[in-house]
């Protein structure tokens, strides 16, 4: 059911959205001579690697780590980076990932790689056997603001409580949360 509820959201929400992503990728163009896609290797269901699409919101040398781990990271986000993040446009590329059922909607966001802890937390607590998501239950209750075991326990309350009816309602406090910037650091 969630898959099928995926890839009948997913395939409007890309011919929807294809004006602003053209708007974006021409954005990021203007700005910088680099690609506008950023393929980032994240960690999905049972810990297998993929690559994410993203577009590009950093400087073309910004190292592959979480943004709270980069030092002076406000320096590396380029203009039209800070402005896509704020709005969550640099996610748009992600419904490709949806779409080809590496990712759901919602779900645990997926881990970089080289997020160590965190991918052994979810392992210790099971969450690994879910799909990741754009969004999900940690991303509507503090997103960038809350720590690796503060993220830990709410994808954990979403393994243990996850049903449509719940991700129709991670998906519809997610659009209050984009729209009010709430939760975003970078």
Request: proline share 6%; aromatic share 10%.
């Given at each position: 059911m969630k898959r099928l509820f995926d890839l009948f959201?997913?395939?409007?929400?890309?011919?929807?959205?294809?004006p602003v992503?053209?708007?974006?990728?021409?954005?990021?163009?203007?700005?910088?001579?680099?690609?506008?896609?950023?393929?980032?290797?994240?960690?999905?269901?049972l810990n297998h690697t993929?690559?994410?699409?993203?577009?590009?919101?950093?400087?073309?040398?910004?190292?592959?780590?979480?943004?709270?781990?980069?030092?002076?990271?406000?320096?590396?986000?380029?203009?039209?980076?800070?402005?896509?993040?704020?709005?969550?446009?640099?996610?748009?590329?992600?419904l490709w990932s949806v779409l080809t059922g590496q990712m759901s909607f919602v779900g645990p966001r997926p881990a970089l790689f080289n997020q160590e802890d965190l991918i052994r937390l979810r392992t210790q607590k099971n969450i690994h056997h879910l799909k990741p998501g754009i969004t999900g239950w940690a991303q509507i209750n503090g997103r960038?603001?809350?720590?690796?075991?503060?993220?830990?326990?709410?994808?954990?309350?979403?393994?243990?409580?996850?049903?449509?009816?719940?991700?129709?309602?991670?998906?519809w406090l997610t659009l209050f949360k984009v729209l009010s910037k709430d939760g975003v650091t970078h």
């Open positions: 959201l997913s395939l409007p929400l890309l011919v929807l959205l294809s992503a053209l708007g974006v990728w021409l954005a990021i163009k203007w700005e910088d001579q680099g690609p506008s896609l950023y393929w980032s290797k994240r960690v999905g269901k993929f690559l994410m699409p993203k577009f590009r919101s950093m400087k073309l040398d910004t190292p592959q780590v979480a943004t709270h781990l980069l030092d002076n990271a406000h320096l590396r986000i380029t203009r039209v980076g800070a402005f896509i993040r704020k709005n969550s446009l640099d996610e748009i590329p992600q960038d603001d809350l720590s690796i075991p503060e993220k830990v326990a709410l994808d954990e309350f979403y393994l243990k409580n996850h049903s449509l009816f719940f991700d129709l309602k991670i998906l």
